[in-house]
């Protein structure tokens, strides 16, 4: 890669970010579409990261994105944030608009949509209640997703009921909250079973869950990748049912940043599936 003195730069922040595949997946649509441009890992701790999103317009950079931790403290940085987000509660991504205007959007519920429907292209939102295991970051970004393309009920499960209380409080509207020990049962007529904790992620708990209540066509995502078949799809795709993994909402959730940043709109192939998983444990 040659760079020319007006190449476009944008890049990951993190902390740690080394273990972050956004620079090898934008590293390959850059090369692909051969852009002037690179992406690169910045490894910013918590303490500096006002200064290092500041510095975004100071050098001139078209943008970034955000992962752990800086997804929720990085909202009061921007200068706006669109609604979707807002209602997240978590940027993943930052463009430098002209004049060096911060513009923090979150596309992880965008990526989560995509995927499912790449993967299960027989599902739409509207297809049935949808069950959601885990109450955290990724299930905010999830349920925010589903609830804006009109899923008509989300039963969501989470070992701590407080928060599955309280998220279904703050959203509203078709969410609802149901108590770990009957997560089996709240398969019954599902359309959709997300989970959305690391429950199952290689060096973690399995998740326990019964299948049996779950209807044959529901579509069953995992948005853990590593590894690429959890248990729960394994058992899931033997059941028969249509299986998603997590890779594709890391894929899709990047096209918006790129596109915003160099111009393009990448396309997730097969080869860069293969290229980004050749970096996965
Ligand atoms: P993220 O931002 O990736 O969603 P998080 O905010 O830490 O991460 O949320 C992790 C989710 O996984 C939570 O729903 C958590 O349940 P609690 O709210 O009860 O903590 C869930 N989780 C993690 N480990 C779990 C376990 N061993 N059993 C059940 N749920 C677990």
Same mark, same amino acid.
């Given at each position: 890669m040659t760079l020319t003195g007006a190449a476009t730069i944008a890049g990951v922040m993190g902390? #740690?970010? *080394?273990? *972050?595949l956004s620079p090898r997946l934008h590293g390959f649509w850059l090369e692909q579409n051969k852009i002037d441009g690179a992406y690169v890992p910045f490894a910013v701790s918590p303490d500096r990261l006002a200064d290092a999103v500041r510095a975004l317009p100071a050098l001139g950079l078209a943008g970034a994105n955000l992962t752990i931790p800086h997804k929720e403290t990085a $909202? %009061? /940085? $921007?200068?706006k944030v669109d609604e979707t987000a807002r209602r997240i509660g978590a940027i993943n991504c930052i463009t430098v608009n002209p004049g060096g205007v911060l513009a923090g959007r979150n596309t992880d519920g965008f990526g989560f949509m995509e995927s499912v429907r790449e993967g299960a #292209?027989?599902?739409? %939102? *509207?297809a049935g209640p949808v069950v959601v295991i885990g109450a955290g970051g990724a299930a905010r970004a999830v349920c925010v997703s589903l609830q804006e393309a009109g899923a008509p009920e989300i039963r969501l499960v989470n070992r701590t009921a407080q928060r599955a209380a309280d998220l279904a409080a703050e959203f509203g509207a078709p969410l609802t909250a149901v108590p770990w020990l009957d997560r089996d049962a709240a398969l019954e007529g599902a359309a959709l079973l997300v989970n959305t904790t690391s429950l199952g992620m290689a060096g973690q708990p399995a998740l326990e869950l019964s299948l049996e209540a779950l209807p044959s066509q529901a579509v069953v995502t995992d948005?853990?990748? %590593? #590894? /690429?078949?959890?248990d729960l799809l394994r058992i899931a795709r033997d059941r028969g049912h249509s299986v998603v993994n997590g890779l594709g909402m890391l894929l899709h959730q990047a096209r918006p940043a790129f596109k915003s940043w160099f111009g393009e709109d990448p396309a997730v192939t097969p080869a860069l599936r293969a290229h980004v998983l050749e970096a996965v444990p």
């Open positions: 902390w #740690p970010v *080394s273990h *972050s $909202m %009061a /940085l $921007m200068d #292209p027989g599902w739409n %939102a *509207s948005i853990v990748y %590593a #590894p /690429l078949e959890t």
